[in-house]
């Protein structure tokens, strides 16, 4: 329990004092809905090709998809990671928009699919996802 509690503080400290921009280009956009009526989500729309930056931005809490109507989103919690059955990891934040409305962002590594990665962004009746890479 010490040894974790104290990897925590080291882990905070160091994010504090090393705050980064990560900036990654999509290669494609997909997205589904939820119908009104019945409360069901569609199926996932297929991949249209889009290329766009996004930042994740650690000094600020801050992540920003560049589109043609620029998207901010605060970040308000940061939940740990997680991986699953198939080796695929996934990070998630509760976040906020420009419009006050919250949503989850997730980021995907897909390593069952040759280290793909994805970013998905969760509202209550929508969703959607890109296809990114990180730049250097």
Do not use: H
Not at 27 to 50: H, I, N, P, Y
Not at 63 to 79: A, L, N, R
Not at 106 to 130: C, H, P, T, W
């Amino acid at each position: 329990m010490k040894i974790k509690f104290f990897t925590l503080i080291l882990t905070l400290f160091i994010f504090s004092c090393y705050g980064q921009v990560i900036k990654c280009k999509t290669t494609g956009f997909a997205f589904r809905s939820k119908d009104e009526t019945t409360d069901l989500w569609s199926k996932w729309s297929e991949f249209e090709a889009v290329e766009i930056l996004l930042t994740v931005d650690g000094d600020n809490n801050r992540i920003k998809i560049f589109s043609k109507q620029e998207q901010v989103y605060d970040i308000i919690k940061t939940y740990e990671s997680v991986i699953d059955d198939d080796g695929d990891k996934t990070s998630k934040w509760l976040c906020i928009n420009e419009d006050g409305l919250k949503c989850f962002i997730r980021l995907v590594k897909l390593n069952s699919q040759e280290g793909r990665n994805q970013i998905y962004v969760d509202f209550d009746d929508l969703m959607f996802a890109y296809n990114i890479y990180r730049l250097d």
